[in-house]
C-alpha cells in the first residue's frame, strides 16, 4: 500500500512533554492504553476496516510510529512493516455470550510498544440467525489506542477518522488521504493561543503541593491481571439526570462527579470533615479556536476536586457542593497548570523524569495515598461514526487500567447513553469493592 503520499511521511517525529509523561505511564502508572468500542447491526466490510486503519497511520502519521526512548530528545519513529501487518481479523463467535467473552478477552490483552504502531483493532462478528448477506449478524469493532501518542479527546477523533477514511473507501477504492505533516501535535499550538511564552509562568507552585488525602482500597503487590468493568445510565434516566441538575445549577458531570465522591465515601468511610480529592480530568482543547488541536495528541490537564465527607447529607446537597466546587475549578485556565508541568519536567531529561515519577508511585504504595481520578470524555457525536451506511448503534470508550492505589472512573456518552467503565487490575484490586463503587454511581445517577 505504498503510495506518494506515504513516501513524504518523514522517518521520525518530534515528541513532546505530554508524549513522554504518557509513555513513563507503562512504568508508574497504567496500562497506557485507551479502548473504543463500536456496535454495528449487520457487517461492516473487514477489508475497507482494514484499509482505512492502514491509511490512518499516513492521515495522522504518528499513528504509525513506535516512541523511542532517548535521554536527551525522545522521538518518533517510523514503522517499516505496516504494509505487512493484520489490520484488522476478524473473530467468529456463535453466541452472544461467547462473543462478549471474547471481546472481554482483546480488552484485557495489552499492546506491545515496542512492536506496535499506535493503534490497534479486531473485529468481533455474532450471526444472530439465518437471513440475506446482513440481516441476522451483529459486528463489534474494539479500536486499541495509545495513550502515548493520544488522549480521550483525540481517541474521539480517530473513531470519526477511521470512519470517514471507510466511507471514502466504499466510493472510491483508490482513496488515498493527505497526510498532516504541518499539524502540531505540542502544547506549543496551545501556548500560542494563551499568550504563554514560557511554561514556567504557567507553574502554579500552590496546585502543585496539594497532596492527595485517600486512595480507593486495594491489597498491596504489583498489578497483574488487568479486569474491565462497565456499567450503563440509559438515555431515559440520562434526560431526568440532566433536568435535576438544571434545577440544582449543575452539570452532568457535576452530578457524576458528586455520586463518584458519595460512592467512595462508603466505600472508604473517611473521617467527617476531612477535605477528600478528586482528580477531573481536562481537555486543553476547549482554549484553541474551533475546539480542535492541529492533529491528533496529548492535550489533556487535570483539576483537583476537594470535597468532606457529610453524614446523612441527601443527594442533592452533594450535587451542589460539587457543582460548586467545579465552578471554582474552572475559574481561570483550569488544566494549564498540569500541562505546563508537564513540559517542565521534560525538560530535566528522560532518566530524571523518570526517576521523578517512579518515585512518586513508590511514595503512594508506601503511605496509600493517591487521588482517585474522573475522566469524563463526553459526548461521542453520532454523525461521526457512520461507516459507509452503516451507523454505530452503541459506542463508549474504556479507560486506562491504572496502577493500585491509583483508580480511574472513565464516561463517554454516545445516542444518550452513558457509559462508566472501571479498569483494574485483580491482583491489587477486589472485584467487589469495584462492583460496590460503580453501584453506588449508577444508584445515585439512575
Keep these: 500500500m505504498t503510495t506518494a503520499a506515504s513516501k513524504r511521511i518523514p522517518a ?3 515528541a513532546n512533554g505530554q508524549d513522554y509523561f504518557n509513555y513513563m505511564a507503562r512504568y508508574t502508572a497504567s496500562n497506557y492504553q485507551l479502548q473504543g468500542v463500536l456496535e454495528f447491526p449487520g457487517r461492516l466490510r473487514e477489508d475497507l476496516l482494514a484499509r482505512a486503519l492502514r491509511l490512518s497511520c499516513n492521515a495522522e502519521p504518528v499513528l504509525g510510529c513506535r516512541f523511542v526512548e532517548d535521554e536527551q530528545h525522545p522521538y518518533w519513529q517510523r514503522m517499516e512493516d505496516l504494509d505487512d501487518r493484520d489490520w484488522c481479523p476478524v473473530v467468529m463467535a456463535g453466541e452472544l455470550g461467547q462473543a462478549q467473552m471474547l471481546l472481554d478477552e482483546y480488552l484485557r490483552e495489552p499492546m506491545d510498544p515496542e512492536r506496535d504502531p499506535q493503534v490497534k483493532a479486531k473485529l468481533f462478528r455474532l450471526q444472530e440467525g439465518a437471513g440475506d448477506e446482513t440481516a441476522g449478524w451483529r459486528d463489534r469493532l474494539v479500536v486499541k489506542v495509545n495513550h502515548f501518542s493520544c488522549d480521550g479527546a ?11 477514511i471507510y466511507s471514502k473507501l466504499e466510493e472510491d477504492p483508490g482513496y488515498t488521504p493527505e497526510p498532516n505533516l504541518r499539524g502540531k501535535r505540542s502544547v506549543e499550538q496551545l501556548f500560542m493561543e494563551l499568550g504563554i511564552l514560557l511554561p514556567g509562568t504557567a507553574f502554579d507552585p500552590e496546585q502543585a503541593a496539594l497532596a492527595p488525602a485517600w486512595c480507593f482500597p486495594w491489597k498491596g503487590g504489583e498489578p497483574a491481571g488487568p479486569r474491565m468493568a462497565i456499567r450503563r445510565v440509559e438515555p431515559a434516566s440520562l434526560v431526568r439526570l440532566k433536568e435535576a441538575g438544571r434545577s440544582l445549577g449543575a452539570t452532568v458531570n457535576d452530578m457524576l462527579l458528586a455520586a463518584y465522591f458519595a460512592s467512595l465515601y462508603d466505600l472508604v468511610q473517611p473521617v467527617e470533615g476531612a477535605p477528600m480529592d478528586i482528580t477531573v480530568t481536562v481537555d486543553l482543547r476547549r482554549f484553541l479556536s474551533g475546539g480542535r488541536a492541529e492533529a491528533l495528541c496529548n492535550l489533556s490537564g487535570s483539576v483537583c476536586a476537594r470535597m468532606d465527607r457529610r453524614l446523612e447529607e441527601p443527594f442533592p446537597e452533594t450535587v451542589a457542593r460539587a457543582a460548586a466546587v467545579m465552578r471554582a475549578c474552572k475559574e481561570g485556565r483550569p488544566g494549564v497548570h498540569t500541562a505546563a508541568s508537564m513540559e517542565l519536567l521534560a525538560e530535566l531529561g528522560f532518566e530524571e523524569e523518570l526517576n521523578i515519577l517512579r518515585g512518586m508511585r513508590a511514595q503512594s504504595m508506601e503511605t496509600s495515598l493517591c487521588s482517585p481520578m474522573l475522566s469524563n470524555l463526553g459526548v461521542l457525536p453520532e454523525e461521526a461514526l457512520v461507516f459507509g451506511d ?18 480511574m472512573l472513565g464516561a463517554s456518552t454516545y445516542r444518550g447513553e452513558l457509559t462508566l467503565t472501571v479498569s483494574y487490575y485483580e491482583s491489587t484490586t477486589e472485584l467487589q469493592d469495584i462492583e460496590r463503587l460503580l453501584e453506588g454511581v449508577v444508584e445515585r445517577l439512575g
Excluded: H, N
Excluded at 483525540?154 to 470517514?164: D, F, G, P, Q, T
Design 12 to 14: 521520525w517525529l518530534p
Design 154 to 164: 483525540a481517541v474521539k477523533e480517530y473513531l470519526a477518522l477511521i470512519a470517514s
Design 390 to 407: 452503516r451507523a454505530a448503534s452503541r459506542a463508549y470508550i474504556v479507560t486506562p487500567a491504572m496502577f493500585a492505589p491509583g483508580l
